[in-house]
Nanobody, 114 residues
Framework: QVQLVESGGGLVQPGGSLRLSCAAS????????MGWYRRAPGKQREMVAG???????NYADFVKGRFTISRDNAKNTVYLQMNSLTPEDTAVYYC????????WGQGTQVTVSS
């Protein structure tokens, strides 16, 4: 069973940057489209960014131009570079497959505050 481990979150000031990482166990990682999701306090989980097995990316409108998703299939890892962070980006961030989910990891907390 695939396990997902997210890392890289923390406290950052508005306008700052963070780079999240998600390591997936298992040997079939490279064939799946992957995504980053987030859940803000009191809100439902929402998709932030996705990347196909071939590297084609898509983004939610609220992060376009600020966030960049990438993947390293050799390391079974997907990344999320987050720039120009705002308090509205405060959430727990998770990675998972894009359409059919593996068990969710614990996520990584991102807090944007001055």
């Amino acid at each position: 069973q695939v396990q997902l481990v997210e890392s890289g979150g923390g406290l950052v000031q508005p306008g700052g940057s963070l780079r999240l990482s998600c390591a997936a166990s298992g040997s079939t990682f490279s064939i799946y489209a992957m995504g980053w999701y987030r859940r803000a306090p009191g809100k439902q989980r929402e998709m932030v960014a996705g990347i196909t097995s071939g590297g084609i990316t898509n983004y939610a409108d609220f992060v376009k131009g600020r966030f960049t998703i990438s993947r390293d299939n050799a390391k079974n890892t997907v990344y999320l570079q987050m720039n120009s962070l705002t308090p509205e980006d405060t959430a727990v961030y998770y990675c998972n497959r894009r359409y059919t989910w593996w068990p969710w990891g614990q996520g990584t907390q991102v807090t944007v505050s001055s």
